[in-house]
């Protein structure tokens, strides 16, 4: 990676010591580059901190890439057991490249479903992560969008139905109080206006309030997540509508993440993002 075209166009962000909290690597299946690849480009990006967060997704009942893990190479089935490799290197990246002015941390994004808690809760237990992250990526034992001839939530639930069980499912996921993050609140309008038309950049409305109360109750924080720019959007996850009714009611809205999949995403549009979370500019700390 180093010595990539890709590599050399990352450029420095203006301002130092930005985390970011959302980052994959080949650990991750849909991802590409190594740990150390990762934390490369961080450094040039001039991060002081880099937290990554593998997919994890116990619901084998949909398959898909989230039940897998990528270790030397070949993919296993996702389960405790088999973090313990990622878990290994990202605490020996931290001790390699710490001294360098970069602290690494390590998080998970748990992929929430609908029995998804005991889960959480088991692995959360079993490894000392910094960052607890969840990722609603499926509903009702379907992704939220097909694949190929694969159906998916949309193709199933009338509007009215999916923003309900949506939203039921992410205010579940808050009260477990076992995350310090929900990804991409609003991820489902990647995809879903061509199904439900453009009533989706309101449709959350409703759920809100309920929603944002169990979040501060348990100190449950949403991240402003920049990959939304990369899908084609002129916004991020969540739209900003959500961004400020989250800070208005007291949410933690405190972390940014890139959702990279390559190295080079590392701190994507942070340049503009920052400035909509100062505090995530924290410093090389300890
Ligand atoms: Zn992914
Ligand atoms: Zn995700």
């Known amino acids: 990676m180093s010595d990539s075209p890709e590599f050399d166009n990352i450029t420095a962000l203006p301002f130092a010591g930005v985390s970011d909290y959302h980052c994959h690597c080949d650990f991750s299946v849909d991802a590409v580059g190594s740990v150390e690849d990762y934390c490369r480009a961080?450094?040039?990006r001039g991060l002081a901190e880099i937290c990554f967060t593998t997919h994890y997704d116990t619901?084998?009942?949909?398959?898909?890439?989230?039940?897998y893990i990528r270790i030397d190479g070949?993919?296993?089935q996702i389960g405790p057991d088999s973090l313990a490799a990622y878990v290994a290197a990202v605490r020996a990246a931290h001790e390699r490249f710490y001294p360098l002015g970069l602290s690494v941390k390590l998080g998970l994004e748990f992929g929430w479903h609908d029995v998804a808690e005991e889960a959480a809760a088991l692995?959360?237990?079993r490894y000392p992560f910094d960052y607890f992250l969840c990722g609603i990526h499926q509903l009702g034992n379907k992704c939220l969008w097909g694949h190929g001839d694969v159906q998916g939530a949309f193709d199933i639930y009338s509007p009215e139905q999916f923003f309900e069980l949506y939203f039921h499912q992410v205010t579940k996921a808050a009260r477990t109080g076992l995350f310090d993050s929900i990804a991409h609140l609003?991820?489902?309008?990647?995809?879903a206006v061509p199904y439900y038309g453009s009533g989706?950049?309101?449709a959350h409305r409703p759920y809100l309030d309920e929603l944002f109360t169990v979040l501060s109750e348990t100190g449950t924080g949403i991240e402003i997540n920049t990959a939304a720019l990369?899908?084609?959007r002129d916004d991020y996850y969540p739209q900003m509508e959500m961004i400020n009714a989250a800070k208005k009611a007291g949410v933690e809205v405190v972390r940014l993440g890139s959702d990279a999949h390559?190295?080079?995403e590392v701190g994507f549009d942070f340049e503009a993002a920052t400035a909509l979370v100062p505090s995530a500019i924290t410093g090389c700390d300890d």
């Open 42 to 44: 961080a450094l040039k």
């Open 74 to 76: 070949k993919k296993k």
């Open 186 to 191: 609003d991820y489902y309008k990647r995809k």
């Open 262 to 264: 390559r190295p080079e």
């Open 123 to 125: 692995v959360r237990e």
């Open 59 to 67: 619901n084998y009942a949909v398959n898909y890439s989230d039940n």
């Open 230 to 232: 990369r899908h084609g």
């Open 200 to 202: 989706v950049a309101t």
